[in-house]
């Protein structure tokens, strides 16, 4: 039965209508690499600064607070200006209260990058030739208690032009030792 099919696969493929659909698959196929490389960026690169990547389950609304930091390389003659940095198609947001993890009878204020914070709406320009470090802060109505995140992170420019990295993404070691202390109690 298999071999019926290929042999009527490659007899369709010996006639004229064959090589056309030959011709227009590899066309389209073609087409389509030199689409996705036109809409990459391909002079910037990223890399997550893991340290500074982590999230917590925020006590006081509910939800998950993910800071991811990246280190951007821009290795062209001019300058890129990024214009949105998402994450599982969440937008970066300003971050302007503490982050505080709580436990049974103890609180922590949580240290966040030294360096700039991208939030939408202002442009971040990548200068020529050099490397910075951004981080960016997203608030997500999930539930989980694993671990660990992993997901994507999209980071697009004003010429519409993109790059993508796959991110891991920790618990805060914080709010790891509370939760421990918590299970120990009881």
Known sequence: MAEQILKQIVEFLKTPAGH??????????????????????????????????????????????????????????GPIILKNCRLSGYSPKDLSTKLVVTGHDKAFELELPEYDQFVVGSNYVVNPYTECKIWMYYESRIVTMTGMLKTQVIVRDTNRKRKSIHVSIPRQEQQILIYREDAMRY
């Not at 600064?49 to 990246?70: E, G």
């Open 20 to 77: 056309w659909f030959i011709l227009i698959s590899v066309s389209v196929i073609g087409l389509w690499i030199v689409y996705n490389r036109k809409r990459q960026i391909p002079e910037l690169t990223l890399e997550q600064v893991q340290d500074d990547s982590w999230f917590i389950t925020r006590d006081d609304n509910h939800r998950l607070a993910i800071i991811v930091a990246l280190k951007l390389t821009n290795k062209s003659g």
